[in-house]
Nanobody
Framework: QVQLVESGGGLAQAGGSLRLSCAAS????????VGWFRQRPGKEREFVAA??????YYADSMKGRFTISRDNAKNTVYLQMNSLKPEDTADYYC?????????????????WGQGTQVTVSS
């Protein structure tokens, strides 16, 4: 059974940082693309960032502030979020698929985590 478990969410001040983690199990992790989505209050879920075997992808509004990375030895993907803004307040979800296109384009990855909440105060 595939599981994606997010952690690292919480409360941060504007300008601060948080690092989200997504621990995966039940799949050949190193061969999967893994990404992050978020859903802000009253908004639709949106793509944040993804990482394939080597390549990284970012939504334009996250470039320069967020960094995605992976540690295949730990079956974990990280999202380092810097210079946080109140509008980054959202539920953040980890997702995985064999194809990075499912994360970045069709937005229909095969597996989803349960999400972790991030709140940024002004």
């Amino acid at each position: 059974q595939v599981q994606l478990v997010e952690s690292g969410g919480g409360l941060a001040q504007a300008g601060g940082s948080l690092r989200l983690s997504c621990a995966a199990s039940g799949l050949p992790f190193s061969t999967y693309a893994v990404g992050w989505f978020r859903q802000r209050p009253g908004k639709e879920r949106e793509f944040v960032a993804a990482i394939g075997v080597i390549t990284t992808y970012y939504a334009d509004s996250m470039k320069g502030r967020f960094t995605i990375s992976r540690d295949n030895a730990k079956n974990t993907v990280y999202l380092q979020m810097n210079s946080l803004k109140p509008e980054d307040t959202a539920d953040y979800y980890c997702a995985a698929d064999r194809s990075s296109r499912s994360l970045t384009t069709t937005l229909l990855p095969q597996y989803w985590g349960q999400g972790t909440q991030v709140t940024v105060s002004s």
